[in-house]
């Protein structure tokens, strides 16, 4: 019987000369292009995070490689972030054998929160640069993510303003039974029509206090009654001064929304649409709002507000401060489809594929307008007049102006029918008493309608075929196929931050595959663009702080 020869096994064998560890690691895998990208950045504004003095820290880049490498594995846990940096050969690479603990990978994350924002632009720059991008369109859209506060620490605006409303009229009351002539000064006659603050009632309360010091010693049991009630009297007054100080800290710190989280302060309900029932919750979270291209993340931003109407405006601002300029076309659904948004695009010399309510319904082949409806009746702009279903001419009667939430006034002019009295179709048109009264925005009107010439035009057509594969697809991508569902920071800066690295992670991974899909030598082809791309994306970066250092 033959003899089986095994290949030596001998796990604790020394090596006299070991080998390198990339050598185990792929020419072509994702983790040199996070050292390539990272080595070409400038992060010279890390430094000031640094003091010199006390023991040396880690590396930056070193640090900043290993969290964007895990981000794009959909490691987000500073403690899984340890763990693979013992047993995972690629980190290790990354890390040059370097073993930060999970307190001090989250420490720099946190150090950093303001300048990884800087090193997304840079990413973005290096693949506008790479011909990846033209940074010429942006395709916008929004979603809500959860945040990680508790789902039951709500305070409802509503629900404070009638409580301190409640609670000012026990103050009045109060103030009203108590007898003491220092009282009766401050809260005057008219208790109604005083708006008491916690100052004014802590100021009250020490004078009361130190009136009922210097009252002597009660001897009968009238005066003993009297007194243990003014001690409670002051003793409820205080309790009212410290509730009306909570209600307005929940004011202060809601400013202009209608809810917010006790745990999460920057958080604010809105209602979800992922949910167990899939019914839909309302829970505390962020409205994220994305630009893409190609399918890269261009630029982002949080905010507070449910809707997207009023985000546009601040989001394409947001692009002109991280690049000096702004895109040239935007492409967005009818969610933005406001006068307020047309206008600043129009303004801004943009071209707006941005759909408005009732585009899709117009689309419909069946499609039929109302004639009673306001938008449908027949308009003289001429002679400044609208004809009636009935052929009566509405003359012009006035002007109204409506101021939106974020303080843009808009003109709505004021048609008045002459008689509607025995109209047959007075039924049909309208349920009001008189004449019939409607309101027309022209300057809206005229924006639908270059709206509508652009979308149905060829170039619209393509974009908006595109927008529905651009940031409905990143959506897709990062809630499911990375996981990334809900917050899992407090605050909005620590989110902000959480988010800038998984955008540069996203980028990243979108980049590796597509130079993969090319089926091209894409290794060498990345240092040899990131050599000249590098010295451009510099030039661009100091010309742009050297042009706000001297606005």
């Known amino acids: 019987m033959p003899k089986i020869h095994f290949r030596p096994y001998n796990p604790n064998q020394t090596v006299l000369f070991p080998q390198r560890i990339d050598e185990d690691i792929a020419e072509n895998d994702p983790v040199r292009i996070v050292d390539a990208l990272v080595e070409s950045l400038n992060l010279e504004s890390f430094k000031k995070l640094y003091k010199e003095c006390g023991r040396s820290p880690y590396h930056p880049k070193m640090m900043l490689k290993v969290i964007l490498y895990a981000y794009m594995n959909n490691v987000y846990s500073c403690r899984k972030i340890e763990n693979l940096l013992h047993r995972d050969i690629h980190y290790i690479w990354l890390a040059g054998y370097e073993q930060p603990d999970f307190i001090t990978i989250n420490r720099f994350r946190n150090r950093v929160k303001k300048e990884i924002n800087e090193v997304f632009t840079q990413t973005v720059l290096l693949l506008s640069f790479k011909g990846f991008l033209s940074l010429n369109v942006e395709y916008i859209d929004g979603t809500k993510i959860e945040s990680k506060a508790n789902k039951y620490t709500f305070v409802w605006r509503k629900t404070v303003e009638r409580n301190r409303e409640r609670l000012m009229r026990k103050i009045h009351v109060l103030l009203g039974q108590i007898d003491d002539v220092i009282a009766q000064e401050k809260s005057s006659k008219s208790y109604e029509a005083v708006e008491f603050t916690p100052a004014i009632l802590t100021e009250m309360a020490g004078e009361l206090r130190h009136a009922l010091e210097r009252v002597p010693e009660p001897s009968t049991k009238e005066e003993k009654t009297a007194l243990k009630k003014k001690r409670k009297q002051l003793k409820e007054l205080e309790e009212h001064r410290d509730k009306l100080q909570e209600y307005d800290n929940h004011l202060d710190t809601m400013q202009e929304r209608n809810s917010y989280s006790k745990t999460d302060k920057d958080a604010t309900f809105m209602r979800m649409k992922e949910d167990a029932m899939r019914n839909g919750q309302t829970k505390p979270g962020y409205n994220l709002q994305i630009g893409t291209e190609n399918q890269f993340i261009t630029d982002f931003a949080l905010f507070p507000n449910p809707t997207d109407t009023l985000t546009l405006i601040p989001f394409l601002q947001s692009f002109s401060s991280r690049y000096d300029r702004l895109a040239g076309t935007v492409v967005a659904d009818s969610g933005y489809g406001s006068e307020e948004n ?29 004639p009673f409806k306001t938008e449908n009746l027949y308009y003289n702009e001429e002679y400044d007049y609208c004809i009636c279903p009935m ?17 843009y006034v808009s003109e709505n002019a004021r048609y008045r029918a002459v008689r509607c009295e025995g109209c047959p179709l007075r039924c049909r048109c309208f349920k009001a008493k008189g004449n019939r009264t409607i309101e027309l925005n022209h300057r809206l009107r005229r924006y639908k309608q270059k709206a509508k ?18 940031p409905e697809a990143v959506f897709g991508q990062i809630k499911y196929n990375m996981n990334y569902k809900r917050f899992r920071h407090f605050g909005k800066d620590k989110v902000f931050m959480d988010f800038s690295f998984l955008a540069i992670a996203f980028n990243i991974k979108k980049m590796c595959a597509k130079m993969r899909k090319e089926g091209m030598n894409w290794m060498m082809r990345l240092f040899y663009e990131l050599t000249t791309a590098v010295f451009r994306c510099w030039e661009q970066i100091n010309q742009r702080s050297i042009q706000n250092i001297a606005a």
Request: glycine letters at 10%; proline letters at 3%.
């Open 453 to 470: 010439e652009l979308l149905c035009s060829k170039e619209g057509l393509k974009h908006r075929g595109q927008r529905c594969i651009e």
């Open 391 to 407: 052929g009566q001419e509405m003359r012009r009667i006035g002007t109204r102006h409506l101021k939106t939430a974020s303080g």
């Open 342 to 370: 047309y206008r600043f695009m129009s303004e801004n010399g943009m071209e707006a594929y941005v759909k408005y309510n009732c585009f899709h319904m117009e689309q419909r082949p069946r499609f039929k307008p109302d």
